[in-house]
């Protein structure tokens, strides 16, 4: 006997089951809550390991920003010609950290008042900057800046560019953590570099890396 009631209920109840196994999908697959930040504090092997020991930080990668050459590898940038900066961009969840806790990493890993040039690396393409992704990270940036100046614990001119996000290209995969494939050479070259000596006289203390 026909029950044609007993098929429409079997198929709302079909219908019913594959929408809530599509939703439980959906949200399964879901993206986490993440927003980007990129900055440039000279060589971005020194850069890497303060963003990522901070909680919420869900990736660092080193790369380049700033310039007008497409795809530019390490050598290009290293010569000074394609107008691009060694730069770091970050991956993280706002709910975990907040980019004014990223600025503040930020600022205690760099030499402010230096332009065009970190410690012992000079020229452009070692500048330190801000690259804001939105206007609200562009207030932040600049509020905390003026709020560096302002407090007089730096003496001279903070430098540092505060510019919109540009086109950020990861640099070659050797350079990834650098400073954990390659932790006697790194410590040789920060120590050379004079990084820390340089922060310890900025900021009273030399940095966690």
């Not at 302002?150 to 990834?176: C, D």
């Given at each position: 006997?026909?029950?044609?009631?007993?098929?429409?209920a079997?198929?709302?109840?079909?219908?019913?089951?594959?929408?809530?196994?599509?939703?439980?999908?959906?949200?399964?697959?879901?993206?986490?809550?993440?927003?980007?930040?990129t900055?440039?504090?000279?060589?971005?092997?020194?850069?890497e390991?303060?963003?990522?020991?901070?909680?919420?930080v869900k990736?660092?990668?080193?790369?380049?920003?700033?310039?007008?050459?497409?795809?530019?590898?390490?050598?290009?940038?290293?010569?000074?010609?394609?107008?691009?900066a060694?730069?770091?961009?970050?991956?993280?969840d706002?709910?975990?950290?907040?980019?004014?806790q990223?600025l503040?990493?930020?600022?205690?890993n760099?030499d402010?008042?230096?332009?065009n040039?970190q410690?012992?690396?000079?020229?452009?393409q070692?500048?330190?900057?801000?690259?804001?992704?939105?206007?609200?990270?562009?207030q932040?940036?600049e509020?905390?800046?003026q709020?560096?100046?302002?407090?007089g614990?730096?003496h001279g001119?903070?430098?540092?560019?505060?510019?919109?996000?540009?086109?950020f290209?990861?640099?070659e995969?050797?350079?990834?953590?650098?400073?954990?494939?390659?932790?006697v050479?790194y410590?040789?070259y920060?120590?050379?570099?004079?990084?820390d000596?340089?922060?310890k006289?900025?900021?009273?203390?030399?940095p966690?890396?």
């Amino acid at each position: 006997m026909s029950r044609p009631w007993f098929r429409a209920a079997s198929m709302l109840m079909t219908m019913g089951a594959l929408a809530l196994l599509t939703f439980a999908g959906d949200a399964a697959t879901a993206p986490s809550s993440k927003a980007v930040a990129t900055f440039a504090g000279g060589c971005f092997w020194c850069m890497e390991g303060p963003f990522e020991k901070l909680p919420g930080v869900k990736s660092v990668t080193s790369g380049y920003t700033g310039g007008q050459k497409k795809n530019p590898t390490y050598e290009e940038v290293s010569s000074g010609g394609t107008g691009h900066a060694e730069s770091v961009q970050i991956l993280y969840d706002p709910s975990l950290v907040t980019y004014d806790q990223l600025l503040e990493v930020f600022w205690h890993n760099i030499d402010p008042l230096t332009p065009n040039a970190q410690f012992c690396d000079h020229g452009t393409q070692y500048r330190s900057a801000i690259y804001f992704h939105d206007d609200a990270q562009r207030q932040a940036a600049e509020a905390s800046k003026q709020k560096l100046e302002s407090s007089g614990q730096l003496h001279g001119k903070i430098v540092t560019e505060i510019v919109p996000a540009a086109t950020f290209y990861p640099a070659e995969e050797y350079h990834q953590d650098y400073y954990k494939k390659n932790p006697v050479r790194y410590r040789f070259y920060r120590f050379n570099c004079g990084r820390d000596q340089r922060l310890k006289q900025l900021w009273g203390k030399e940095p966690e890396h």
